[in-house]
């Protein structure tokens, strides 16, 4: 089976999308929704409004049936008018009874809102992948599946709770978001960052996923460039402009973000050394403590000291909330 590097990647970070309520809006409004070191995702159930962020030339639309996911890198404004999304205020909005966010006055908009919860330690790897925002409308060919899940979530959510609501409106969630990310991919973006850029690229997708299949191979950039169908120094010059670092160096990070994992398992140094491609584990060892700041060995101790004391690195926990 090939190897399918989007769910590998959300797999490793854990990625899990929740549901923060809804957004409704009427009248003349306005509103900045700042920065929250997360992922976010908007999507538009009834009536429009204008979407502006940092970097924009101008407000955008955003109409129902969009969907906007965010790295969290730069403050989403909102607005009934073009406008109106600049000097928004940040007030805060706090819930109805039903989970509710109300500005201005009546229903012209209504808006979901929900956050990417992601482990700790692996935030880097899904924000840095992410472009600012990513913009997915109910004009695209996937929008016909990303609409039916909208209405399957606006129609669990509607009271009386229904039995296993729980359950089923977080699975829609998740694929609400997965399902997003895909659409994206498939539109093969050219001018925006990151990992996920490089998952539509046709030339750089065989060899990230001969890499991520094989991540214990000893991969040289001859192989590599072999597997995208290019010559080597054409393969290594458009890595480097897609991924922002050189292939072996993408190599080295993906295999110690694998071995991160292994050791928070409880495997030893030697066993990851071994399972990652390195036949020396002070080699390991070395490569691992230059790309994440420790030894294999402390860290390993720490994710057991974390496990012992019943913690983990993620947030789920916390309440979220993308308003």
Same mark, same amino acid.
């Given at each position: 089976?090939?190897?399918?590097?989007?769910?590998?990647?959300?797999?490793?970070?854990?990625?899990?999308?929740?549901?923060?309520?809804?957004?409704?809006?009427?009248?003349?409004?306005?509103?900045?929704?700042?920065?929250?070191?997360?992922?976010?995702?908007?999507?538009?159930?009834?009536?429009?409004?204008?979407?502006?962020?940092?970097?924009?030339?101008?407000?955008?639309?955003?109409?129902?049936?969009?969907?906007?996911?965010?790295? *969290?890198?730069? !403050? $989403?404004? @909102?607005?009934?008018? +073009?406008?109106?999304?600049?000097?928004?205020?940040?007030?805060?909005? %706090? #819930?109805?009874?039903?989970?509710?966010?109300?500005?201005?006055?009546?229903?012209?908009?209504?808006?979901?809102?929900?956050?990417?919860?992601?482990?700790? *330690?692996?935030? !880097? $790897?899904? @924000?840095?992948?992410? +472009?600012?925002?990513?913009?997915?409308?109910?004009?695209?060919?996937? %929008? #016909?599946?990303?609409?039916?899940?909208?209405?399957?979530?606006?129609?669990?959510?509607?009271?009386?709770?229904?039995?296993?609501?729980?359950?089923?409106?977080?699975?829609?969630?998740?694929? @609400?978001?997965?399902?997003?990310?895909?659409?994206?991919?498939?539109?093969?973006?050219?001018?925006?960052?990151?990992?996920?850029?490089?998952?539509?690229?046709?030339?750089?997708?065989?060899?990230?996923?001969?890499?991520?299949?094989?991540?214990?191979?000893?991969?040289?950039?001859?192989?590599?460039?072999?597997?995208?169908?290019?010559?080597?120094?054409?393969?290594?010059?458009?890595?480097?402009?897609?991924?922002?670092?050189?292939?072996?160096?993408?190599?080295?990070?993906?295999?110690?973000?694998?071995?991160?994992?292994?050791?928070?398992?409880?495997?030893?140094?030697?066993?990851?050394?071994?399972?990652?491609?390195?036949?020396?584990?002070?080699?390991?060892?070395?490569?691992?403590?230059?790309?994440?700041?420790?030894?294999?060995?402390?860290?390993?101790?720490?994710?057991?000291?974390?496990?012992?004391?019943?913690?983990?690195?993620?947030?789920?926990?916390?309440?979220?909330?993308?308003?």
């Amino acid at each position: 089976m090939a190897t399918d590097l989007l769910s590998e990647l959300l797999a490793l970070v854990r990625a899990r999308c929740s549901l923060s309520g809804r957004l409704i809006a009427g009248g003349s409004w306005g509103r900045r929704f700042d920065n929250l070191d997360a992922v976010k995702i908007c999507a538009a159930i009834e009536g429009s409004c204008w979407f502006f962020m940092a970097g924009m030339a101008e407000p955008l639309p955003f109409e129902r049936g969009d969907i906007l996911v965010m790295n *969290g890198s730069r !403050p $989403l404004v @909102l607005a009934s008018e +073009p406008h109106l999304t600049m000097d928004a205020p940040t007030t805060p909005l %706090a #819930a109805d009874g039903n989970g509710n966010y109300r500005l201005g006055e009546g229903n012209d908009f209504v808006m979901l809102g929900g956050m990417v919860k992601i482990d700790e *330690g692996d935030q !880097p $790897l899904l @924000l840095g992948g992410l +472009p600012p925002f990513i913009r997915v409308t109910g004009a695209q060919l996937e %929008a #016909a599946s990303l609409g039916w899940l909208l209405g399957q979530i606006v129609l669990e959510m509607e009271p009386p709770m229904r039995p296993g609501g729980s359950i089923i409106l977080a699975e829609l969630a998740q694929l @609400l978001f997965v399902q997003t990310l895909r659409a994206y991919v498939l539109q093969s973006p050219t001018n925006d960052g990151g990992w996920l850029k490089a998952l539509g690229d046709r030339r750089l997708a065989p060899a990230l996923a001969a890499m991520h299949a094989e991540p214990s191979r000893a991969w040289n950039l001859e192989d590599l460039a072999k597997e995208a169908g290019m010559s080597r120094t054409t393969f290594v010059v458009h890595f480097r402009e897609v991924m922002g670092v050189p292939p072996l160096t993408y190599l080295t990070n993906w295999r110690m973000r694998l071995a991160q994992r292994k050791l928070s398992a409880g495997a030893s140094v030697a066993e990851v050394a071994d399972a990652i491609g390195y036949t020396s584990e002070s080699a390991f060892a070395h490569a691992f403590k230059r790309v994440t700041g420790a030894a294999p060995g402390s860290y390993r101790k720490r994710a057991d000291e974390r496990r012992s004391m019943g913690l983990c690195d993620t947030a789920d926990d916390e309440p979220a909330t993308a308003f």
